[in-house]
């Protein structure tokens, strides 16, 4: 018997969710934050990371990448999930792991920072 409070999802819909974050990787905040260990969720290496990264600086560097970014600012880190601090979805590259791809972005908010300060003075 069909449950009436669970409508029929049909399978493309699913395959169409499926294919589109097969093609994604998700970059939390957390995976560049200095104040995070690695247990907490910090990819990658602590020379490399970033104090409170924003999701707009990881958009932003992951543009200039041509990573094609995607915000999702209600979302939470399930280690965090009571802090919404949200996450941006990239494209896949057959080249790079995601690993690199985070070392990457964290080098690219840290050069972006750096331009930041340099044009106050």
């Known amino acids: 018997m069909l449950n009436p409070f669970f409508p029929l999802v049909s399978n493309y819909e699913e395959d169409k969710v499926k294919t589109k974050?097969?093609?994604?990787?998700?970059?939390?905040?957390?995976?560049?934050?200095?104040?995070?260990?690695r247990s907490e969720g910090r990819i990658v290496p602590r020379k490399d990371a970033v104090k409170s990264p924003k999701v707009e600086e990881i958009e932003k560097v992951a543009r200039a990448l041509n990573l094609e970014p995607e915000v999702e600012k209600e979302k939470a880190y399930p280690k965090t999930h009571w802090e919404k601090s949200g996450r941006v979805l990239v494209t896949k590259s057959v080249l790079?792991?995601?690993?690199?791809?985070?070392?990457?972005?964290?080098?690219?908010?840290?050069?972006?920072r750096e331009r930041s300060m340099s044009m106050r003075r």
């Open 21 to 37: 974050m097969a093609e994604k990787i998700v970059i939390w905040p957390a995976y560049l934050a200095a104040g995070k260990t």
């Open 96 to 112: 790079k792991r995601k690993a690199e791809i985070v070392t990457g972005i964290a080098k690219g908010i840290k050069e972006l």
